[in-house]
C-alpha cells in the first residue's frame, strides 16, 4: 500500500470492486425510489418544480445510503487504527473524498438516465450545460459534507439515522440553490440568466465545505 | 463576566429593556399627507396618523406641511374629536386623518400628540405593526451573532484545547437558538396579523426552520456520542464549525435572491442592507433599532455568563465524583 491519497483510494475501490456494497446499494435504492414514484403517480402531469424536487430527494437520500459507510466500515471491521498508522490524515480525507465523488457523481448520472427513462414525457430538460454543472457541483457538496460527517460520527451510537440529522440542515442552503437550478433548467432553454444565483451560491458553498473539511479533518480523526 | 453578577447592573438593564418597549410601543406613528391619500384610495386603511407642522388656522380648520414639506388643509367635521384653536403656529402635530374623496382633501378624526419627543415612520401596509422592527429585527441579528461567538469558541477550543472555552461555545449556542426562538415567535405573530398565517414557508422562515435543525442537531450529537469528554467536545466544535459555514448561506444570501415576502427578497431593495449600499429607514426608527441590538446583545451575554457558570459547576463536581 502506498503512502498517498492514491493509496487509501485504490484500497476502497478494491474492496468495492469486491462486494459492489456501495454501488449496489444506492442502484437498488434509486431504483425503489423511481418505482414509488411511479407507482404513486400514476398518469400525473409532473410540473419541473415537483421533478427537480423528486430527483433531488432521491440523490440526497441515496447519498445517505452509500456513503455513510466511508469511515463507519472502517470503524465497524476494526481497520481505522491500521489507517491511522499508514497514511498521514489529510491523504484519508482526500481519498475518501474522491472516492465519495465518484460514487456521489455515479449516483447522479444513474438518477438521471433512470429518470429519462422512467419520466421520458415530464423529465425534459431544456438546458443540458446548467443542468449538468449544477448536478455535478451539487454532487461535490453532497460528497464533501457528508464525507466529514460520516468520518464526525463513525463511532457514535444509532449513526443510521444521525448522518441524515447532521447533513440536511447543514446542506439545505445547497439543496435550495440545485432545486431552484434543476427547476429552471428543466423549464426554460437558456437557462444561465435564471439559474447564475444559484451556480454562484453552489461553487461558493463547495469551496468553503472542501476547504473547511481539510483544515478540521485532522482534529477528528486523530486520537 | 464579573459585569453579570452585578445587581446593579442586571437592574439597569432590565429598567432600559422595559423603557425601551414602552417607547416601543408608546410613540406614535407619523406619516405624511401621500401617505394618508394613497392608502385611502387603495382602500387599505381609512384613516392615517400624519405628522405635520402647524401652518395657519382658519375658520373650516389648518393648513399644515408635513415631514416631506408638502401642504395639506386639515378641515374640522362632524367625526372630528378637539380642534386647532389652542395650537401655535409651528407646533408638530401627530394627527389622524380620513382623506376625503371628493373634495380631495382631509377630514380631522383626533389630535394624537402635541409636540412629539419622537415619531417613527408609516410603513405602507404594515402601520402600527411595524412596531415589531424593534423587537423581531434585533432577536434575529442577536441570534446570527450568538452563533458566530459560538463557533469563534469552538475555533479557540481546537487551537487551546482549553475546556473553558468548549463551555462558552456551548453556552453561546444555547442562548443563539433561544434568541432564534424569539425571532421566530415573534415574526410568527407579526405574520399571522400582516401576512394572514402564522407560518407561510416564506424563504426566511425556511431559512430559521433549518437554523434551529442546526442546533438541534448540535445538541443532539453530544448525547449520542460515545467518546472520551475531550473527543466529544472535539467532534461537536467541529460540527459546530461545519454548521456556521451554512448559516450565511441561509440568513443572508438565499433570502436575498429568492422570491420573498420579507423586504430584500428576490433583488428588490432592502430597507438597510441592499445593493446601492444606503440606508432608506427613517433615522428615528434605525437608532431605537440599535439601542434594542444593544440591550438584546446584553440579554444575550448574560444569558450565556449564566449557562457557562452552570456547565463549569457541571464540570466541576463530574470531576469530584
Given at each position: 500500500m502506498t503512502n498517498g491519497w492514491a493509496g487509501v483510494l485504490r484500497?476502497?475501490?478494491?474492496?468495492?470492486?469486491?462486494?459492489?456494497?456501495?454501488?449496489?446499494?444506492?442502484?437498488?435504492?434509486?431504483?425503489?425510489?423511481?418505482?414509488?414514484?411511479?407507482?404513486?403517480?400514476?398518469?400525473?402531469?409532473?410540473?419541473p418544480s415537483i421533478m427537480s424536487a423528486?430527483?433531488?430527494?432521491?440523490?440526497?437520500?441515496?447519498?445517505?445510503?452509500?456513503?455513510?459507510?466511508?469511515f463507519v466500515s472502517e470503524e465497524e471491521r476494526g481497520t481505522a487504527l491500521l489507517l491511522r498508522l499508514y497514511a498521514s490524515g489529510e491523504s484519508v480525507l482526500i481519498g475518501k473524498l474522491i472516492y465519495n465523488l465518484g460514487l456521489m457523481l455515479m449516483l447522479a448520472v444513474s438518477?438521471?438516465?433512470?429518470?429519462?427513462?422512467?419520466?421520458?414525457?415530464?423529465?425534459?430538460?431544456?438546458?443540458?450545460?446548467?443542468?449538468?454543472?449544477?448536478l455535478m457541483l451539487g454532487a461535490v457538496g453532497i460528497a464533501a459534507v457528508s464525507t466529514i460527517l460520516s468520518a464526525l460520527i463513525s463511532r457514535a451510537s444509532q449513526k443510521g439515522a444521525l448522518l441524515p440529522i447532521l447533513a440536511l440542515p447543514v446542506l439545505m442552503p445547497l439543496v435550495i440553490a440545485?432545486?431552484?437550478?434543476?427547476?429552471?433548467?428543466?423549464?426554460?432553454?437558456?437557462?444561465?440568466?435564471?439559474?447564475?444565483?444559484?451556480?454562484?451560491?453552489?461553487?461558493s458553498f463547495d469551496v468553503a465545505m472542501i476547504l473547511v473539511s481539510y483544515v478540521l479533518f485532522d482534529v477528528i480523526w486523530k486520537d | 463576566m464579573r459585569l453579570f453578577r452585578s445587581n446593579i447592573f442586571l437592574w439597569c438593564l432590565g429598567i432600559a429593556l422595559a423603557i425601551q418597549v414602552y417607547i416601543a410601543?408608546?410613540?406614535?406613528?407619523?406619516?405624511?399627507?401621500?401617505d394618508a391619500a394613497t392608502l385611502a384610495m387603495n382602500g387599505m386603511q381609512d384613516v392615517t396618523p400624519v405628522k405635520a407642522t402647524l401652518v395657519s388656522t382658519d375658520s373650516s380648520?389648518?393648513?399644515?406641511?408635513?415631514?416631506y414639506g408638502q401642504p395639506g388643509h386639515v378641515q374640522i367635521t362632524n367625526r372630528s374629536y378637539g380642534s386647532f384653536q389652542s395650537y401655535k403656529k409651528r407646533d408638530v402635530l401627530v394627527i389622524s386623518v380620513a382623506y376625503n374623496l371628493a373634495a380631495k382633501s382631509f377630514d380631522l378624526v383626533e389630535v394624537v400628540r402635541v409636540n412629539p419627543m419622537m415619531t417613527f415612520p408609516m410603513i405602507q401596509g404594515l402601520g402600527e405593526l411595524g412596531r415589531n422592527i424593534l423587537l423581531h429585527v434585533p432577536m434575529a441579528m442577536v441570534a446570527f451573532i450568538a452563533f458566530l461567538i459560538g463557533t469563534i469558541y469552538s475555533i479557540m477550543f481546537l487551537i487551546k484545547k482549553d475546556f473553558e472555552y468548549d463551555r462558552h461555545a456551548r453556552?453561546?449556542?444555547?442562548?443563539?437558538?433561544?434568541?432564534?426562538?424569539?425571532?421566530?415567535?415573534?415574526?410568527?405573530?407579526?405574520?399571522?396579523?400582516?401576512?394572514?398565517?402564522f407560518w407561510n414557508w416564506d424563504p426566511r422562515e425556511t431559512s430559521i426552520f433549518i437554523l434551529l435543525l442546526i442546533y438541534a442537531a448540535y445538541f443532539m450529537l453530544r448525547s449520542l456520542l460515545e467518546e472520551s469528554e475531550d473527543k466529544k467536545a472535539r467532534i461537536a466544535a467541529v460540527y459546530n464549525i461545519i454548521a456556521f459555514v451554512s448559516v450565511p448561506f441561509l440568513m443572508f444570501v438565499?433570502?436575498?435572491?429568492?422570491?420573498?415576502?420579507?423586504?430584500?427578497?428576490?433583488?428588490?431593495?432592502?430597507?438597510?442592507?441592499?445593493?446601492?449600499?444606503?440606508?432608506?429607514?427613517?433615522?428615528?426608527?434605525?437608532?431605537?433599532?440599535?439601542?434594542?441590538?444593544?440591550?438584546?446583545?446584553?440579554v444575550f451575554l448574560w444569558i450565556k455568563d449564566m449557562y457557562t457558570r452552570i456547565l463549569r459547576l457541571e464540570a466541576k463536581r463530574a470531576e469530584e465524583a
Amino acid at each position: 500500500m502506498t503512502n498517498g491519497w492514491a493509496g487509501v483510494l485504490r484500497k476502497d475501490l478494491r474492496i468495492e470492486f469486491r462486494t459492489r456494497y456501495g454501488v449496489s446499494a444506492v442502484v437498488m435504492f434509486l431504483l425503489i425510489t423511481v418505482a414509488v414514484i411511479l407507482y404513486s403517480t400514476p398518469g400525473e402531469q409532473l410540473q419541473p418544480s415537483i421533478m427537480s424536487a423528486l430527483i433531488w430527494i432521491a440523490l440526497f437520500f441515496g447519498a445517505m445510503t452509500g456513503l455513510a459507510r466511508s469511515f463507519v466500515s472502517e470503524e465497524e471491521r476494526g481497520t481505522a487504527l491500521l489507517l491511522r498508522l499508514y497514511a498521514s490524515g489529510e491523504s484519508v480525507l482526500i481519498g475518501k473524498l474522491i472516492y465519495n465523488l465518484g460514487l456521489m457523481l455515479m449516483l447522479a448520472v444513474s438518477a438521471v438516465v433512470f429518470f429519462l427513462f422512467f419520466f421520458a414525457r415530464d423529465f425534459n430538460v431544456r438546458d443540458w450545460g446548467v443542468f449538468w454543472l449544477q448536478l455535478m457541483l451539487g454532487a461535490v457538496g453532497i460528497a464533501a459534507v457528508s464525507t466529514i460527517l460520516s468520518a464526525l460520527i463513525s463511532r457514535a451510537s444509532q449513526k443510521g439515522a444521525l448522518l441524515p440529522i447532521l447533513a440536511l440542515p447543514v446542506l439545505m442552503p445547497l439543496v435550495i440553490a440545485t432545486t431552484d437550478a434543476t427547476r429552471i433548467a428543466l423549464e426554460v432553454p437558456n437557462a444561465w440568466a435564471g439559474a447564475r444565483g444559484d451556480i454562484l451560491i453552489l461553487i461558493s458553498f463547495d469551496v468553503a465545505m472542501i476547504l473547511v473539511s481539510y483544515v478540521l479533518f485532522d482534529v477528528i480523526w486523530k486520537d | 463576566m464579573r459585569l453579570f453578577r452585578s445587581n446593579i447592573f442586571l437592574w439597569c438593564l432590565g429598567i432600559a429593556l422595559a423603557i425601551q418597549v414602552y417607547i416601543a410601543f408608546e410613540t406614535p406613528i407619523g406619516g405624511s399627507f401621500s401617505d394618508a391619500a394613497t392608502l385611502a384610495m387603495n382602500g387599505m386603511q381609512d384613516v392615517t396618523p400624519v405628522k405635520a407642522t402647524l401652518v395657519s388656522t382658519d375658520s373650516s380648520g389648518a393648513t399644515f406641511t408635513d415631514l416631506y414639506g408638502q401642504p395639506g388643509h386639515v378641515q374640522i367635521t362632524n367625526r372630528s374629536y378637539g380642534s386647532f384653536q389652542s395650537y401655535k403656529k409651528r407646533d408638530v402635530l401627530v394627527i389622524s386623518v380620513a382623506y376625503n374623496l371628493a373634495a380631495k382633501s382631509f377630514d380631522l378624526v383626533e389630535v394624537v400628540r402635541v409636540n412629539p419627543m419622537m415619531t417613527f415612520p408609516m410603513i405602507q401596509g404594515l402601520g402600527e405593526l411595524g412596531r415589531n422592527i424593534l423587537l423581531h429585527v434585533p432577536m434575529a441579528m442577536v441570534a446570527f451573532i450568538a452563533f458566530l461567538i459560538g463557533t469563534i469558541y469552538s475555533i479557540m477550543f481546537l487551537i487551546k484545547k482549553d475546556f473553558e472555552y468548549d463551555r462558552h461555545a456551548r453556552a453561546a449556542s444555547a442562548a443563539g437558538l433561544l434568541f432564534t426562538i424569539l425571532a421566530t415567535v415573534t415574526g410568527s405573530i407579526w405574520a399571522r396579523f400582516s401576512w394572514g398565517t402564522f407560518w407561510n414557508w416564506d424563504p426566511r422562515e425556511t431559512s430559521i426552520f433549518i437554523l434551529l435543525l442546526i442546533y438541534a442537531a448540535y445538541f443532539m450529537l453530544r448525547s449520542l456520542l460515545e467518546e472520551s469528554e475531550d473527543k466529544k467536545a472535539r467532534i461537536a466544535a467541529v460540527y459546530n464549525i461545519i454548521a456556521f459555514v451554512s448559516v450565511p448561506f441561509l440568513m443572508f444570501v438565499v433570502p436575498r435572491i429568492t422570491q420573498s415576502l420579507h423586504p430584500g427578497g428576490g433583488g428588490t431593495e432592502a430597507p438597510v442592507v441592499n445593493l446601492s449600499g444606503q440606508t432608506h429607514t427613517d433615522r428615528t426608527l434605525l437608532n431605537m433599532h440599535w439601542v434594542s441590538v444593544v440591550l438584546f446583545l446584553f440579554v444575550f451575554l448574560w444569558i450565556k455568563d449564566m449557562y457557562t457558570r452552570i456547565l463549569r459547576l457541571e464540570a466541576k463536581r463530574a470531576e469530584e465524583a
